[in-house]
């Protein structure tokens, strides 16, 4: 469990959080971790997210299943289970 105080969609005036929740609701059927410990700042939140599709979705040096295999090794070294 997250120590972060984390905002729910109501206590976001800017719609970002209802924004980002929906789509990842509509997504995985439930809102990541990982972004609910991010609600405190909604504004870096969907720049956040911007970043991972670049880093997971655009050409680079790696293959997808690459990037995918380092995020996942990383979060084991990390003791993190996403």
Not at 52 to 75: D, I, K, P
Request: proline letters at 2%; charged letters at 25%; aromatic letters at 8%.
């Amino acid at each position: 469990m997250a120590w972060i105080e984390k905002l729910s969609e109501d206590q976001d005036e800017s719609g970002t959080l209802a924004r980002v929740y929906s789509a990842s609701k509509s997504r995985a059927g439930e809102v990541a971790q990982i972004l609910q410990v991010m609600s405190p700042r909604p504004d870096l939140l969907e720049k956040f997210i911007d970043l991972y599709v670049q880093l997971m979705q655009h050409s680079s040096g790696l293959s997808r299943a690459e990037r995918e295999w380092v995020a996942v090794l990383t979060s084991q070294h990390n003791d993190c289970h996403y």
